[in-house]
């Protein structure tokens, strides 16, 4: 069985309207995408017709930085850091 990695894209938000994942790894597959984003209806469509399993990779560290205006240890405008 193959597997399909993909992510969440991070400008793409729930209820956005808009393709959240991007496949970013195929294992054993025999599968080509032609999209740069797809809908979570349509990534389970193509991995059951390739039998394969979707794994949907974590979001990192500072995955929500942008979130919230700035990362922890960044610097700011002034070019001090956060914690400064």
């Keep these: 069985m193959g597997k399909l990695f993909v992510r969440e894209r991070h400008q793409a938000g729930t209820g956005s309207e808009q393709p959240r994942f991007r496949v970013v790894a195929a294992l054993e597959t025999d599968l080509r995408v032609f999209v740069p984003h797809l809908r979570r209806a349509e990534l389970e469509q193509l991995a059951s017709a390739a039998g394969a399993e ?12 942008a979130e919230h205006g700035r990362g922890e240890g960044r610097r700011d405008r002034r070019g001090m850091h956060a914690e400064d």
């Design 54 to 65: 979707v794994v949907y990779l974590a979001r990192g560290e500072y995955a929500g930085a």
